[in-house]
């Protein structure tokens, strides 16, 4: 099964508010990805994460990458519609050049 | 459009069934992978290529999936005797070699098995 896991798993919020969702890994990782998937659509690919502690930031978007680097976390501040979709971290768990996905958070905006 | 292709984009078949997707990756990219994904869930790995070996295989793939790129080209998953189980979204990225890299996803080829 799946060794990455994402909290929540499910999110509604009113546009504006702010959005956190956390990853969490059973092993360390070399690096953590973060993708994003809209309603019937694909992941598409957000941003890597390698280095210890690493803070990255995408307009409203904030990534971090856990001291240990068994833990990620992406934030978004004043959510608007145009977030909604399924955000998943992935990281090469099972082998070096493949990604386990995390079951995802849903984040539902509500104008 | 220079994405990842894949094709077809849905099939419905019938129980027992064998059935073949077809993915074609960014022309540049010699890494192709397989994923599965189902309602609810992250994609599932499925297997790996860098150029045309097959790397890396899910210990959870059944002996009925199996998977091709002859010419480090193009990739084919067939999958045969289908059962109901197999119905989900079947997800095929590629990247490029070396390092740590984004991985871009193609449409998918949604499989309904009935």
């Known amino acids: 099964g799946q060794q990455v896991m994402q909290i929540p798993q499910y999110q509604h919020v009113q546009e504006g508010e702010d959005f956190t969702t956390y990853c969490n890994s059973s092993t360390t990782l070399s690096n953590i990805q973060w993708y994003k998937q809209r309603p019937g659509g694909h992941p598409v690919f957000l941003i890597q994460l390698v280095k210890s502690g690493e803070v990255k930031k995408q307009k409203r978007l904030t990534f971090q990458f856990g001291e240990a680097k068994k833990n990620s976390s992406l934030h978004i501040t004043a959510t608007q519609t145009t977030d909604v979709g399924t955000y998943f971290c992935?990281?090469?768990?099972?082998?070096?050049?493949?990604?386990?996905f995390g079951k995802g958070t849903m984040l539902l905006v509500s104008p | 459009d220079t994405g990842v292709s894949q094709d077809p984009r849905h099939k419905i078949t019938k129980r027992g069934q064998n059935v073949t997707f077809r993915c074609d990756p960014i022309s540049e990219h010699n890494r192709l992978y397989w994923y599965r994904q189902t309602l609810g869930q992250g994609p599932e790995f499925l297997t790996y290529?860098?150029?045309?070996?097959?790397?890396?295989k899910s210990r959870l793939l059944s002996d009925r999936f199996s998977a091709e790129r002859p010419k480090g080209s193009f990739s084919t998953l067939e999958i045969q005797r289908t059962e109901q189980g197999d119905s989900a979204m079947y997800l095929c990225a590629s990247s490029t070699g070396g390092g740590y890299t984004e991985a871009f996803f193609g449409q998918g080829t949604r499989l309904t098995v009935v």
């Open positions: 992935a990281g090469p768990i099972s082998g070096y050049s493949t990604l386990t």
């Open positions: 290529f860098q150029n045309e070996a097959q790397l890396e």
